[in-house]
């Protein structure tokens, strides 16, 4: 009952509604302070340069040292204008995207180095006769190609033909039928080995392995595939085995509910669901051992002319056949070299194309969201 005096009530000020406590309540380290200009950090940066170029003019240092110097005066510089302008957490901040960008930039100068190395050396004989003469009656200029092109197509398109299913279906027994059994736990401890063995060791086992079946001095490309097999395929297995592990369990479970056999079920549910990521990293796989020199050294050799017999003599590869043209060159000199830097750049190529089509596989074959 109201008596006709109303008595005004407090209440607490309600955050999120624009009835916060004043300014002067709020601690210092959280009052907004100014913030540099968006072209604040190129401005810096150019500055630095100018200022490090001058002082490597006059101490005749060299790039290196005036890019290390630029960088770290550069650092030093944003953060104390930063911490000056905006506060302590915001100037951290600025540093640590300085070091981030910084060490990305120090990674991809040696990366765009060899891509820039390789264009250039390997684009004097990059032309038609490249690609359609072998070296059979070659001593000097002219020549191409096309032979150790078509040997390492075929050699690793054994190798493929041979790692993809042993990878694919070791990679299904451990996920689907393994159950953390001693087998699988071996499997894959030996796997893990196979990852990190040098690609010697395999041209070597499987040099030695046929040196046995077929006596010494045996080389030709089947050799080789079998060595290049050793080094895909625990790629395709931990790769298969990662994709198969990231299919939920619901999905085998409603199979299983309608009576779909196990094996049914891998077929029609696990396998299609996880097929980009399976292609995907079975192509990169192919790109991975595409380029291995020291094991098709060993196996395969060296031959001068297109050989398509895989089972009969040496067959010429990319790898191999830059490394002999730059390290054993002829007289004179030059012709080596040119076709040793463009082989190498076709191999680079190759292996560009292969990792456009996994990431392409990986796009349009991947399981739809929406």
Not at 107 to 114: C, E, Q, R, T, Y
């Amino acid at each position: 009952m109201s008596t006709g005096t109303e008595h005004p009530r407090t209440e607490a000020p309600v955050t999120g509604t624009g009835l916060e406590a004043p300014a002067s309540t709020t601690p210092a380290v959280l009052r907004r302070k100014g913030s540099l200009p968006r072209w604040a950090p190129l401005g810096i940066l150019a500055a630095t340069a100018v200022v490090m170029a001058g002082v490597a003019a006059a101490t005749g240092s060299g790039v290196g040292l005036w890019a290390f110097l630029t960088a770290v005066v550069y650092a030093v510089a944003t953060y104390t204008t930063s911490r000056v302008v905006e506060g302590a957490r915001k100037a951290a901040d600025r540093l640590v995207t300085v070091i981030v960008t910084g060490a990305f930039v120090l990674a991809m100068v040696p990366l765009v180095s060899v891509l820039w190395t390789v264009i250039a050396q390997g684009w004097e004989r990059f032309d038609v006769t490249f690609f359609t003469n072998s070296m059979r009656g070659i001593v000097g200029e002219g020549g191409g190609a096309l032979h150790a092109i078509q040997g390492t197509l075929i050699i690793t398109g054994l190798a493929a033909a041979m790692s993809i299913p042993v990878g694919v279906l070791t990679a299904i027994y451990l996920v689907e039928y393994g159950s953390n059994s001693k087998l699988s736990r071996a499997i894959t401890f030996f796997v893990d080995v196979m990852t990190g063995i040098p690609s010697i060791v395999a041209g070597l086992f499987a040099y030695a392995l046929f040196t046995l079946l077929l006596g010494p001095g045996v080389r030709f490309g089947f050799v080789g595939a079998v060595a290049l097999t050793v080094l895909m395929i625990p790629i395709v297995v931990r790769s298969t085995e990662e994709m198969l592990k990231i299919v939920p369990n619901e999905l085998r479970e409603a199979a299983f509910a309608l009576g779909v056999p196990k094996w049914r079920t891998i077929l029609k549910v696990v396998i299609p669901t996880t097929a980009g990521g399976i292609a995907t990293g079975i192509t990169l796989a192919i790109a991975r051992v595409i380029g291995e020199t020291a094991p098709l050294l060993v196996t395969v050799g060296l031959a001068t002319g297109v050989n398509l017999n895989p089972f009969d003599s040496r067959m010429a590869t990319l790898p191999v056949f830059s490394y002999y043209s730059y390290a054993t060159p002829g007289v004179p000199r030059d012709p080596f070299l040119d076709r040793a830097w463009t082989a190498a750049l076709v191999l680079m190529l190759i292996v560009m194309i292969l990792n456009v089509v996994a990431r392409l596989i990986s796009r349009y074959f991947s399981p739809k969201t929406r």
